[in-house]
């Protein structure tokens, strides 16, 4: 991406820019490792029905209800889409997290599998819910609890759609949680969370004893070093990082800076940093 610039206007962002050359003494090698990471899901479709009011849709609320208040019973469906992961990875657990909205009662919830066709947040009712079928799992709650979890670790093994039932054992007071519609719909809703196996390059021990990095950036010893340095002074970025160089007695594996507004980026000054023949630096924005 050298030599490549870009302009922002009102965002905020951190966005790693690889320039030039890699550090002195720094290469890449061509072996693997294993790394674990997590993918998160959010619903798709989610909604809650009214046993007294089966006619009547709540898919457009910010919260779902489950439990029971006098005779009016309440539970919530979800539905999510589970992309394929990439090439590479492999799935090794799913935990389904429900953040809840307010305290609930002391109660369990039980999750239940749906069918994934035939229903959608807009047009799900009492009357028209699809048949719960086999028990997935339960999570018990107190009045202390602020999410639900379940492991559906044994149910979502593949891409593809999934969809649940939620009930409470409750029958005098009702748990309220956060549905797609809190917020974001891609924040403090229900999520399904995967964690992922994936091998991906690494550094091979390096016969000369020195430092080797993969291609994410990942030392084999020590650590990148770097700084944003004169952030608080008049004096230029690039100037004030060789003078924090001179002070530590090194030279800094990251140059890391900062752009505003509408500024364009990288700046000759920033990409002369990463090309400096004695001395090249991996920029970070």
């Known amino acids: 991406m050298a030599g490549h610039r870009r302009t922002l206007a009102g965002a905020s962002i951190a966005v790693t820019l690889v320039l030039g050359l890699a550090p002195a003494g720094v290469t890449h090698a061509a072996t693997t490792r294993s790394a674990v990471a997590t993918v998160r899901t959010y619903a798709t479709d989610d909604a809650y029905t009214s046993s007294t009011r089966r006619a009547v849709n709540f898919g457009q609320a910010d919260k779902l209800v489950v439990g029971r208040t006098g005779r009016e019973t309440r539970m919530s469906y979800l539905k999510f889409t589970v992309r394929a992961l990439p090439q590479g990875s492999r799935l090794t657990g799913a935990q389904l997290r429900l953040p809840l909205a307010g305290k609930p009662p002391a109660s369990t919830l039980t999750l239940l599998r749906v069918p994934s066709t035939g229903w959608s947040e807009k047009t799900l009712t009492a009357g028209r819910a699809p048949r719960a079928s086999t028990v997935v799992g339960t999570a018990r709650l107190s009045t202390a609890s602020t999410v639900a979890v379940f492991d559906v670790s044994k149910i979502v093994t593949r891409a593809g759609s999934y969809s649940f039932a939620l009930?409470?054992?409750?029958?005098?007071?009702?748990?309220?949680?956060?549905?797609?519609?809190?917020?974001?719909?891609?924040?403090?809703g229900p999520e399904i969370r995967l964690t992922v196996r994936r091998t991906v390059a690494a550094p091979a021990p390096a016969a000369s004893g020195e430092c080797r990095v993969d291609a994410?950036?990942?030392?084999?010893?020590?650590?990148?070093?770097?700084?944003a340095a004169g952030g608080f002074t008049d004096t230029p970025r690039d100037q004030a990082l060789k003078d924090w160089e001179a002070l530590t007695g090194r030279t800094a594996?990251?140059?890391?800076?900062?752009?505003?507004?509408?500024?364009?980026?990288?700046?000759?000054?920033?990409?002369?940093?990463?090309?400096?023949?004695?001395?090249?630096?991996?920029?970070?924005?």
């Not at 009930?167 to 403090?188: D, I, K, M, N, P």
């Not at 994410?216 to 700084?227: D, F, I, M, Q, R």
Request: hydrophobic fraction near 35%; glycine fraction near 8%; charged fraction near 20%.
């Open 167 to 188: 009930r409470s054992s409750a029958t005098a007071a009702v748990t309220r949680l956060r549905s797609v519609e809190y917020g974001h719909r891609t924040t403090g």
């Open 216 to 227: 994410l950036l990942v030392p084999s010893c020590g650590v990148l070093w770097g700084a």
């Open 253 to 285: 594996t990251i140059y890391h800076t900062y752009h505003k507004g509408n500024e364009m980026f990288p700046t000759k000054a920033e990409i002369a940093m990463t090309r400096d023949p004695a001395r090249p630096r991996v920029l970070l924005l």
